[in-house]
């Protein structure tokens, strides 16, 4: 079934067949205020649209970026999707001691946002942070304010209606920079061709690569580990360089007492049990739609690995200039490094592959690719899918069956036992195999 066959009355519909990427534009555009978005038993952040005041206008579905990219893909998509445009590429970190300390990486986003907005060039921009609660959940702001910024820095891996944003956005009197990740970046330009004078009011697209979210139970599931009791306030960090320095661990923090760490392995190993099934089908995880892309350092030789350090990736010309005018305000100490270093580093061909195999998987399970995924998939030819890519959409359409948090729990507890069973058993029959062959 292809997207034309599909009938989608309203974003509701796009949610039921688990193609939504909470993304938040749906509710902003609304004319009626029908639209909540709301959590559901696995961790999904969905639209739930209310009958009564619903006109089935159809806004909800033109900005949705669950299910398309514009209606003309051709003129905004790159000639490779997975890759993008690629003008120039650099590593380094922010010279700021405190941006650089606080930071996930090298803090080089952070730079650039502070930066701008120092030059005047921005007002402010799109931030995400986690805030201290009962569970940890995201809160949504625009702001120029530099400890606001401190605040939201790192990855937050959940759910994050960025797009809820949008009023605002066009409101605002002076340019801000849009700070989002790639299916945020897809809706935006969905909300551009519904609303031209929406662009002016973006000075700079500024994007995050970004493989997969996690559902908001991963951070439930994390928090159990640490034992931090339900109804406990606290500030969550997916990746902290406190405890180990670089990559970072888990840090949970009380309040009231000393900071609980939970290892890195352990976000690693639930990364595959929590993942939503639509980041399966994103063929974007560089977010190629970006001026400024912002990455890990991965696979680059010579990087910092203690403390940490940035890849920025200039997409268009904008970026290449308001990337040199950072560099030469003093704010961040860059050096290049080849594109086929970084395609490489961040394994684009094994991305590819895995899309491909989730593609095949979900169309043979009878379900409907969104519109632009469907066309870089027909495009594509690889061998027989692995089992894996069937399983793990299993796991992510199974989530939302678990009508508690702690038969959840206990489910990823027994599936991760497995999983590692199953790791070890390879390991031991390997050498085996190589015999053989």
Known sequence: MNMEEQNFQTVADVARAYLCCSCGACQAVCPVNAIDLKETPGGYLFPVIEGDLCTHCGQCLKCCAGIKVTDNPVSVLPRDPFEGNILDCRVGKATDTEVYERSQSGGALSAVVLSLIEAKKISGATLVALERKSPPRPSLRITGNRGDILQAQGSKYCPAPLLSLFRSIREADKPVAFVGLSCHVHGLYNLFEMFPDLRPKVELILGLVCDRILTFRAIDYLMRLGK????????????????????????????????????????????????????????????????????????????????????IIARSAAGSEALSRVVDAGKLTLRDVRPHQVLTGQNIDKKREDFYGNCTQWLAMGKTLPKQAEAVYRKLEYATPDPVHRENINLALALDTFQSGDALYRHARKWLRKRRRVKKAKQILRPFFRKRT
């Open 228 to 311: 931090i009791s339900e109804g406990r306030e606290v500030l969550f960090q997916y990746r902290s360089k406190e405890l180990q320095g670089y990559p970072g661990d888990v840090r949970i923090d009380p309040g009231d007492g000393p900071a609980i760490f939970v290892s890195k392995k352990e976000r690693i190993r639930i990364k595959d049990f929590y993942t939503p099934a639509r980041c399966r089908l994103c063929f974007d995880k560089m977010n190629v739609l970006s001026d400024l892309t912002f990455s890990d350092p991965h696979g680059i030789q010579e990087v910092d690995r203690k403390g940490g350090e940035s890849l």
